[in-house]
């Protein structure tokens, strides 16, 4: 296990494997809303296939970095590399081009549609007028073939979406995003609010996504159980820096918690002294 604390600002170092593997990483991310400095810098790196988990406190920054690396947001300063190139994303639809989805927390589903229109709805737009161009046989057809293909059961392809469990639209959400090809899926708490059924749908998904198809992931999430099932690798973001960079393999739950904790007590004793001088 890495802890980073004591070098603010410095690239994490390899946990392991070929550096050549990298698909997406980030340099120096920092973000300030008005008075809150939202990241600090945030060095990141994600490997080919490679599932990693974000984990921190509430406020940590996490949902924020998310939301720079799919361009939903643009960071003040620091850089973001695709495949070694860096990029410059001024739109999701940018960072969709460079083959980077997210499922949002609302998922952006549409309720009133069924789960093959939704599949094949498209993203720009909401209703129905631009679902025209593929036959419907057609869509219902190639959206059980992909459904299948990751191995997502859907009671029924014709439903509509608002009648699934929220595991099931959590499935179609993610289904949607990867079926055109992403190569790099970002899922800020994708298990929250879900019963241990719901999840299991969700992380075998996940898995499959990267095992069998080479889907990069950064998933967050606040559940560490979860996160081990999950994940490949954590890292520990805490007021806006990532602080533990770490294999699942090379770390325990307890071993993460002792940690948070005593990071939690290096920056009240740090703050105390601040206050102090
Ligand atoms: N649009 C915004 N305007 C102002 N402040 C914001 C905005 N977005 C985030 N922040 C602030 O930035 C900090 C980081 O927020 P962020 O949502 O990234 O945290 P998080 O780690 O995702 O937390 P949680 O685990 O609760 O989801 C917080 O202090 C938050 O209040
Ligand atoms: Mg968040």
């Known amino acids: 296990m890495t802890t980073t604390s004591d070098s603010p600002g410095a690239t994490p170092p390899a946990a392991d494997g070929d550096a050549e593997d990298i698909i997406l990483s980030t340099?120096?991310?920092?973000?300030?809303?008005?008075?809150?400095?939202?990241?600090?810098?945030?060095?990141?790196?994600?490997?080919?296939?490679?599932?990693?988990?974000?984990?921190?406190?509430?406020?940590?920054?996490?949902?924020?970095?998310?939301?720079?690396?799919?361009g939903f947001q643009r960071q003040d300063a620091g850089r973001i590399f695709v495949e070694r190139e860096e990029v410059n994303f001024h739109s999701v639809t940018d960072a969709r081009r460079a083959g980077i989805e997210t499922v949002y927390q609302d998922?952006?589903?549409?309720?009133?549609?069924?789960?093959?229109?939704?599949?094949?709805?498209?993203?720009?737009?909401?209703?129905?007028?631009?679902?025209?161009?593929?036959s419907r046989p057609k869509m219902r057809r190639l959206a059980t073939e992909y459904?299948?293909?990751?191995?997502?059961?859907?009671?029924?392809?014709?439903?509509?979406?608002?009648?699934?469990?929220?595991?099931?639209?959590?499935?179609?959400?993610?289904?949607?995003?990867?079926?055109?090809?992403?190569?790099?899926?970002?899922?800020?708490?994708?298990l929250a609010a879900m019963g241990a059924k719901e999840s299991t749908l969700?992380?075998?998904?996940?898995?499959?996504?990267?095992?069998?198809?080479?889907?990069?992931?950064?998933?967050?999430?606040?559940?560490?159980?979860?996160?081990f099932e999950l994940c490949d690798r954590l890292n520990v973001i805490q007021q806006g820096r990532v602080t533990v960079d770490t294999r699942v393999a090379d770390t325990s739950v307890e071993d993460?918690?002792?940690?948070?904790?005593?990071?939690?007590?290096?920056?009240?004793?740090?703050g105390q002294a601040l206050l102090q001088a």
């Not at 920092?30 to 990141?44: E, P, S």
């Not at 969700?202 to 998933?219: A, C, E, P, T």
């Not at 993460?256 to 740090?270: D, G, I, K, N, P």
Request: net charge neutral; hydrophobic share 45%; charged share 25%.
């Open 202 to 227: 969700i992380i075998d998904l996940v898995k499959d996504l990267s095992k069998n198809r080479g889907v990069s992931m950064i998933v967050i999430d606040h559940n560490y159980t979860h996160l």
């Open 256 to 270: 993460l918690t002792e940690l948070m904790v005593a990071e939690y007590r290096r920056q009240v004793r740090e």
């Open 107 to 134: 998922l952006a589903l549409v309720p009133q549609l069924t789960v093959y229109e939704n599949l094949f709805l498209n993203r720009e737009l909401t209703g129905l007028g631009r679902l025209g161009w593929l």
């Open 27 to 70: 340099e120096g991310i920092t973000k300030r809303f008005g008075a809150v400095v939202a990241l600090r810098g945030v060095d990141m790196h994600l490997r080919r296939g490679e599932v990693l988990g974000l984990v921190g406190d509430n406020g940590a920054g996490k949902s924020t970095f998310v939301k720079i690396v799919t």
């Open 147 to 190: 459904l299948h293909d990751i191995r997502v059961s859907v009671p029924d392809i014709d439903a509509e979406v608002e009648l699934l469990s929220g595991g099931q639209r959590q499935a179609i959400a993610v289904a949607r995003a990867t079926r055109q090809n992403a190569k790099i899926l970002l899922l800020d708490e994708p």
